[in-house]
């Protein structure tokens, strides 16, 4: 993958090792479909990405207590999850910037954007398949499921005068956080983790999905596409939706590092948490 761009992934310089590996991982992946048509796109697709998705699968993995090469492909199936709906997701919001680049669908079309969309979730089925675990197959579709659920939510709600804080936390629930949440799981699953691991693991990826994305429409607030700027121009003082998102910002990263209490002490515990500093720094 291109990491010409370093400043693009604030990660890269705390875990960048991790980062080098998913990639390299990555692009084994996507050399198995080199004759195909999607290959330069997906790999367009792909460059610059932050890799929080997967990190976050491989340090889940490692805390659990084991790490191997099935984490790696399914941390690719994570990240390809993510790079789908980002793609329709674009679509949808017509964005004309995406990683200081040319969104998918400028550079390749409407059709041929929709069409990727749908040999992304070929991909992510084959990967699934070759884990050969229906549990982790099931949480790849209800993640997939409850994504493309957040996003006809979101789609309604951007013509609602009644939008509230909720309906808000609701749309970053199914829309980042399941992402984040069923990595976390996925992780806790491979890496061998008893059911406490695995449920401590999840609700970790799950608040720290929400704080994460709380941040990035904090860095984000005035673009017209984010619900969180209808909640600012239907308030009377726009400095109490600020208030409230830095209380609720704190509050997830709070929750998630709390679920952490549940897993024994290692390095790769401690990475997770610093991630949620790296949330909270970087509002």
Known sequence: MDRKNFEINPLIKDYRNYIDKIDLVLKHELELYSS???FEPLQYALEGGKRIRPLILILSSESAGNCDKNSYVAACAVELLHTESVIHDDIIDNEILRRRKDPFH?????NTSIITGDFVLGLILNISSRLDNPRIARELANTAMM??????????????????????LKVIEYKTATAFEAASKIGAILGSGNEEQILALAEYGKNMGIA?????DLQDW??????????IKKSSDPRVVFDHMDMLLNNYSKKAKTALRKINDSASRMQLESLVDLTMLSA
Not at 152 to 167: A, P, V, Y
């Open 147 to 168: 994504m493309s659920d957040g996003e006809m939510i979101e789609t309604r709600l951007e013509t609602s005068e009644d939008i509230t804080f909720d309906d808000y």
């Open 36 to 38: 195909s048509e999607f």
């Open 222 to 231: 005035n673009n017209e596409d984010k619900l969180f700027n209808i909640l």
């Open 106 to 110: 400028i550079k390749y079309g409407y």
């Open 212 to 216: 994460y994305q709380i941040r990035d």
